[in-house]
């Protein structure tokens, strides 16, 4: 979390929550994913 705390203090980046409800389908999101150089998303779940 270090890290994270780190890029956050720095004047280049900066937290803003989201207005929706995050869905990555979302107009919202699909903007951010426009402007975004590295995106870090969860595996898919596959039940056993």
Known sequence: MA???MLLKSDK????????????RSKE???LLRQADI???NPRFIPA
Do not use: A, M, Q, Y
């Open 3 to 5: 890290d994270v705390e």
């Open 29 to 31: 999101s699909i903007e």
């Open 39 to 41: 995106v870090v998303t």
């Open 13 to 24: 980046n900066i937290l803003t929550r989201l207005k929706g409800d995050g869905d990555f």
